[in-house]
Nanobody, 123 residues
Framework: HVQLVESGGGSVNLGRSLNLSCEAS?????????MGWFRQAPGKEREGLAA???????SYDDSIRSRFTITRDNEKSTIYLQMDNLELEDTAMYYC?????????????????WGQGTQVTVS
């Protein structure tokens, strides 16, 4: 059973940066997981932001492509989301998701395991 724990959220001013972390445990090998970052704003559906497959190939939603960067550190069983130039519309609960295998789609339904989320508030 994979467990995911997000951290790094907080309240920041417009234009500032945050770096979110998501640590995975309970899977035989972090290297066999594909993972992604998602967010859900109040009253909206959860949406995919960025994904990274088991060998580090990344994909991004066009809405955040120029401002967010996803990376992974298999030694630490952790993925990161560097968020720069934050906008008011970035306010949401941010989640990481994981799935076994080498495909990392952005669709929410493709992921098997989820963390509890970390809140990001931009004002």
């Amino acid at each position: 059973h994979v467990q995911l724990v997000e951290s790094g959220g907080g309240s920041v001013n417009l234009g500032r940066s945050l770096n979110l972390s998501c640590e995975a445990s309970g899977f035989p090998s972090m290297q066999r997981l594909s993972m992604g970052w998602f967010r859900q704003a109040p009253g909206k559906e959860r949406e995919g932001l960025a994904a990274i497959d088991d060998v580090g190939v990344t994909s991004y939603d066009d809405s955040i492509r120029s401002r967010f960067t996803i990376t992974r550190d298999n030694e630490k069983s952790t993925i990161y989301l560097q968020m720069d130039n934050l906008e008011l519309e970035d306010t949401a609960m941010y989640y990481c998701g994981a799935r076994p295998g080498s495909c990392a789609p952005e669709e929410v339904s493709a992921y098997d395991w989820w963390g509890q989320g970390t809140q990001v508030t931009v004002s």
